[in-house]
């Protein structure tokens, strides 16, 4: 049906992709929260494990204990797939038993993927491993996972088609940094590289200028137009420079 990625950085920014043969699969799989972690539900969606991960995360459980808790008061365990990283330590991850094949999970220190419904056991090991890849080269989290998950579809991705994506980065903000939905299209993960991109032109800089969080220099408060501009303009210099 679906896999997933769920990435943190150096940072502490948190980012999860997803992709499915399944309509709008970012409305109910993603979810995030500031200085907390990610987490990712799946297969037979339990929608609650989202905010009550984060919430145990929250109050200090490991991603273990979120796992084992969450899966252990839901009847319904053997058909959920589920992964956790939290903001800091070892993630987690649980495929039931009657998730369909082929289905399961790797955890590694920063990252974790899963998937059920997959061509096979290639998918998740390709997205793994081109996460990896991207991240050597010290690119973006998003152009990670963005890679990451079409190194995954290369690979068989969901083997009953194609359908839905999604992307979340999520920083020192409540806000989220990015959010982009592809609910049905023909290929959805070239359709989100063109949403990032499109992203890129306005949206990200634009986003660094909000009201946020107090004492965060990346998150000033700017409400003077011709500052949001060169703050833009700076974005872009700093871009091309970055290319070259």
């Known amino acids: 049906m679906t896999w997933s990625i769920l990435a943190r950085n150096a940072h502490g920014n948190f980012g999860i992709a997803i992709a499915s043969k399944f309509f709008a699969v970012g409305a109910l799989c993603m979810h995030t929260r500031r200085g907390v972690g990610a987490v990712a539900t799946q297969a037979l969606i339990n929608p609650s494990y989202g905010p009550e991960g984060l919430d145990l995360l929250n109050a200090g459980h490991s991603a273990a204990d979120v796992v084992r808790t969450l899966t252990g008061a839901d009847t319904g365990r053997e058909h959920r797939q589920l992964h956790v990283l939290p903001a800091r330590g070892a993630g987690a991850a649980h495929t039931g038993a009657d998730c369909v ?102 949206f990200q800089p634009f986003v660094t200028c909000l009201a946020g969080r107090g004492g965060d220099a990346r998150h000033p408060r700017l409400t003077d137009r011709d500052a949001i501009e060169a703050r833009i303009d700076a974005f872009h210099t700093a871009r091309r420079a970055a290319r070259r």
């Open 101 to 202: 094949d082929w289905c399961g999970q790797l955890v590694f220190d920063d990252f974790s993927v899963a998937g059920n419904m997959l061509a096979g056991a290639a998918v998740i090991e390709a997205t793994a491993q081109a996460y990896r890849d991207a991240s050597a080269t010290g690119s973006p989290l998003a152009e990670r996972l963005i890679a990451a998950m079409a190194a995954g579809e290369d690979a068989g991705g969901d083997k009953r088609g194609k359908q839905g994506a999604a992307m979340r980065i999520h920083g020192a903000q409540d806000h989220v940094e990015l959010d982009l939905r592809v609910d049905d299209h023909a290929e959805p993960l070239t359709e989100l590289q063109r949403l990032y991109d499109k992203s890129l032109e306005r």
